[in-house]
């Protein structure tokens, strides 16, 4: 598009100067074409639910993390060299502990402002990683990974990957004597690499553990690698939601073609700043009234003391309690220790964070859909995927009892080995659990929405018919409320289908496809669903003289 003329023509065909921003923006248009796509972008229709809030939650602390990041990095120094502190927390004063931890302590005490910054910090990286699993699971449990969306999926999972190890980073910079003992068991969990550990960890603490070198190496990858890598991630996210466009829960009017919603600009876009806002502002509270990480009370590390009762951030208790919980299993072959008790958990964390990853296309592969989906899944019409999902929470929730098992065992005075192989018992037993429990919970909500259908909702009214008989009185529900309730799919799962052909010519059946058609049975044949009721059932009961 063309730059248009700097003078416009008033009723009187007198020209009429444009201003300063008007002239900018016209500029801006001849050189970039903004104008053409805020057109387009600016009015895209956007559903409201406020479960969509999760993903904006997510953005907003990523973006308070950075605003209070840069604020810390002007006063903190990553430095393992020893000191005498003489500072401002008297406790303290005359004790040696490296600059990292001195630069903390001034952040805290000295810095106008320091502590509720660094407060603020703490608490959106919990959050942020909160927001994120819980974003992740609502887009899990209602099929919003599927296509066209699996990039974003993988993007996503990215994200809270990096967040978890950006939280490791840095929560392991003031040098206190708990993340000290988090960087003891990150080195520990290293060294259990077959072979190639001890070369890792030399090279990661520039010698034997602590090193002098560890500070100052995680200091950059915390504030400047990983920030980068998600802030890229977070850009192609938005991107790819901008063009498939947005999500939305089932209901009338709602279909793969049409969004019902409100515009980008302005309502959006007003309810996005406000919330950003009220998202600062609940973190600023907590920041202030809350203590988190009050590193002046551990102390500075010392590498031959471990604090009690250390534990890390709840992100990380997964693979504490993994590590917690297995015995201690060892493995001497060809002049190597293999200690398998430390390795296995180590190498288990990663391997079940990839099967998250890659559920998506495992699940298009069993179906074989290849369609768009841009209208959610209700969960209980997935039972098997739900029951998963479940299944994946509460073995996250067994084993970060696991990682806190010593902290259990005091405030509710159990038996720490009571506690270590319940967990461990759980962790085979609970999922499986979890997973039937949701599944028949799922089932039965299914067959609570059929009873609807056909008979209407229960109105609490009691009515007495001519025969003495006492019914309770169903309300029809809306032609509306039926949609919603019966607008899912229910196909038939992938079959391999006849072994013969009607020649009588052997057809070979590959195992990836008898693979695929007995998960397709598990996940989708029969027993894994209520039928949903069928128009002629519908009309049936509704015709007629039915009381119900």
Not at 54 to 82: D, H, K, N, Q, W
Not at 158 to 179: A, H, K, N, Q, V
Not at 394 to 401: E, F, R
Not at 509 to 537: D, F, N, Q, S, W
Request: charged letters at 15%; glycine letters at 12%.
């Amino acid at each position: 598009m063309g730059a248009r003329s700097a003078d416009r023509h008033g009723t009187g065909g007198r020209p009429v100067q444009m201003g300063k921003g008007e002239r900018l923006a016209d500029w801006a248009d001849g050189r970039l074409g903004v104008y053409g796509l805020a057109k387009a972008q600016m009015r895209k229709v956007f559903p409201d639910h406020p479960s969509f809030m999760l993903g904006e939650i997510c953005l907003y602390t990523f973006l308070i993390l950075i605003l209070t990041g840069v604020y810390l990095t002007l006063f903190f120094e990553p430095s393992s060299a020893e000191t005498v502190y003489h500072g401002s927390y008297e406790p303290l004063n005359g004790i040696i502990m490296t600059r990292a931890y001195e630069s903390t302590l001034d952040i805290s005490f000295d810095v106008r402002g320091g502590l509720l910054i660094r407060q603020i910090h703490h608490w959106a990286a919990v959050v942020f990683v909160a927001g994120m699993l819980i974003h992740m699971m609502r887009v899990f449990f209602t099929g919003a990974f599927r296509k066209p969306r699996e990039l974003n999926w993988l993007f996503g999972w990215t994200l809270l990957f990096l967040g978890i190890i950006t939280g490791l980073t840095g929560y392991s910079l003031p040098d206190d004597l708990l993340s000290g003992t988090g960087i003891r068991f990150a080195q520990g969990a290293i060294l259990s690499v077959p072979v190639v550990g001890t070369y890792l960890s030399f090279f990661l603490f520039g010698g034997e553990f602590p090193g002098d070198d560890i500070i100052a190496r995680l200091y950059p990858i915390h504030i400047l690698l990983l920030p980068g890598i998600m802030l890229g991630l977070v850009v192609a996210h938005l991107i790819l939601v901008f063009y498939h466009k947005h999500t939305q829960y089932p209901g009338p009017g709602r279909d793969q073609k049409s969004v019902v919603g409100m515009p980008f600009l302005p309502v959006y876009m007003a309810k996005a700043g406000g919330f950003f806002f009220l998202v600062f502002g609940v973190l600023s509270v907590m920041g202030a009234v809350a203590t988190i990480n009050p590193v002046w009370a551990i102390g500075p590390y010392r590498p031959d003391l471990v604090g009690t009762g250390a534990q890390p951030d709840w992100y990380l208790g997964f693979s504490e309690g993994l590590i917690r919980v297995m015995p201690a299993w060892e493995i001497n072959a060809f002049g190597h220790t293999l200690a398998l008790g430390v390795f296995i958990p180590f190498a288990l964390f990663p391997l079940i964070m990839l099967a998250i990853g890659v559920y998506p296309f495992i699940e298009a592969w069993i179906t074989g859909d290849k369609r768009e989906h841009h209208v959610l899944d209700r969960p209980r019409n997935v039972p098997t995927r739900t029951g998963l999902g479940v299944a994946w929470l509460s073995l996250y929730g067994v084993l970060l009892i696991g990682g806190g098992n010593d902290i259990v065992a005091t405030r509710f005075h159990l038996s720490i080995n009571v506690i270590t192989w319940s967990v461990r018992i759980g962790f085979f037993v609970v999922p499986v659990l979890a997973f039937i429990i949701t599944r028949r919970i799922c089932m039965g909500l299914q067959r609570r929405d059929r009873d609807k259908v056909l008979h209407g909702r229960e109105s609490g009214t009691i009515k007495r018919l001519p025969n003495g008989e006492f019914i309770e009185v169903h309300e029809p529900l809306s032609q509306a409320q039926r949609y919603t309730l019966t607008q899912h799919e229910q196909a038939p799962p992938y079959e391999v289908g006849p072994t013969v052909d009607e020649n009588g010519v052997v057809r070979k059946v590959r195992p990836t496809e008898r693979l695929r058609a007995r998960l397709a049975r598990v996940m989708y044949g029969p027993g894994t669903h209520i039928p949903k009721p069928t128009p002629e059932e519908y009309r049936e009961l509704t015709s007629g003289d039915h009381h119900h």
